[in-house]
């Protein structure tokens, strides 16, 4: 049931392109996008003034990629809270709320309770879900599903990607009920959506090159991953992947950050993750990235830099580049993410690890 793989967890990362384009199919007819089964109606979407998106673990992760799109698309302050710290702090709800609950699972105990706190102040709650009829969509206002189809391993891929997709659905959904964008600029949004398991398809093709690569790298102490802007969460994505799975010390920071502290952190032979933003796209953001990069070369580490394919400007500093497909810089992470998958999975079972079971993890976490 592998399918022919030696893990659950890459067939699952070879999944993606499907996950993505079946959690877009459908819900952009007639010019509008549509969300599934919507409790929550046009004018509640026009009259929201703040939007939360609560979860754990790598749905939390979607939630802090979805955060550009929907502030840039909607013009509204969108808040991305750790289900398990939201509810302790008395966040600041009220019908105009949107809480948009993401996880795969349904069943995160973190997640739900932080639902019904939300219900409890009268917010209006989407979950975005992977599992039909479970616990989290049923005590939500409305529901949009992710159509991963089921993830086996215990580290999320394709519902991380799916997630992504879906995240960014709720934001166009929000811009066209406020006008914030004209429907021609919706639909182009929904068809660069749209051609992204094609992208994603393609940096598939680097999966030998990182597992290769993942061997030997299999025996450091610890990993940095650094990105800015939507890179920065992939960033905190890759280091969660290889915790979990190669119980490696790993860590994610914003690139700009590396000044005030991390960089004190690199030392001869350490390798760092550096997820580069397109050199057309983010112009600025990339030359300040190279400089980084150049920094921490000098002081030893071993930079493998993910970076647009024909990036020339990275080459000299990249001790390995791993190639993505130019795509729009917001969809970037729906590419970037895929070789710190493939990377993390096969640092764990070049040594030894169980990749689809790592240790005390559970696939869906139903205690607080
Ligand atoms: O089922 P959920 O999406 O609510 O799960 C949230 C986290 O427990 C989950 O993403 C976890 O962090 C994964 N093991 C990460 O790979």
């Not at 409305?142 to 519902?159: N, R």
């Not at 004209?182 to 749209?194: G, I, N, Q, S």
């Not at 000299?316 to 493939?342: G, K, R, Y």
């Amino acid at each position: 049931e592998k399918g022919g793989h030696e893990y659950f967890m890459l067939k699952e990362i070879e999944e993606q392109p499907e996950a993505l384009a079946n959690t877009l199919r459908g819900h952009f007819e007639s010019g509008r996008i549509i969300l599934d089964e919507q409790r929550i109606s046009d004018q509640d979407l026009r009259d929201v003034d703040k939007v939360f998106v609560v979860a754990c673990g790598s749905a939390y992760h979607s939630g802090l990629v979805a955060k550009y799109a929907i502030e840039h698309w909607t013009r509204l302050p969108v808040e991305v809270e750790l289900a398990s710290e939201f509810r302790y702090r008395d966040p600041v709800l009220d019908r105009d709320t949107l809480v948009v609950a993401v996880s795969q699972s349904g069943e995160t105990a973190d997640t739900l309770e932080a639902v019904r706190h939300a219900r409890e102040q009268k917010a209006r709650v989407l979950a975005v879900c992977n599992t039909n009829g479970a616990q989290i969509p049923r005590e939500s206002d409305a529901v949009l599903y992710t159509h991963a189809g089921p993830e086996i391993g215990v580290a999320s891929t394709k519902a991380f990607l799916a997630q992504i997709a879906a995240n960014y659905l709720v934001g166009l959904a929000l811009a066209q009920a406020r006008g914030t964008k004209y429907p021609d600029e919706v639909a182009r949004e929904f068809a660069e959506l749209e051609a992204m398991p094609a992208a994603v398809q393609k940096v598939l093709s680097t999966v030998d090159q990182v597992r290769d690569l993942g061997r030997r790298i299999a025996d450091s102490k610890a990993i940095l991953f650094l990105g800015r802007h939507v890179g920065f969460p992939v960033a905190l994505e890759g280091a969660l992947k290889l915790k979990e799975l190669a119980y490696m010390h790993a860590e994610g920071f914003a690139a700009g950050e590396l000044k005030h502290g991390p960089i004190a952190l690199i030392e001869e032979g350490l390798p760092v993750v550096v997820v580069m933003p397109s050199p057309k796209g983010r112009a600025v953001l990339h030359s300040k990235l190279v400089s980084n990069i150049s920094e921490i070369q000098a002081r030893g580490a071993r930079t493998i830099v993910i970076a647009e394919e024909g990036d020339e400007t990275v080459r000299p500093f990249a001790d390995e580049l791993i190639e993505v497909p130019a795509v729009p810089t917001l969809l970037q992470p729906l590419v970037s993410t895929v070789p710190l998958q493939v990377l993390a999975a096969e640092i764990a079972r070049a040594r030894g690890y169980d990749v689809d079971k790592p240790r005390n993890l559970a696939k869906s976490v139903t205690v607080e």
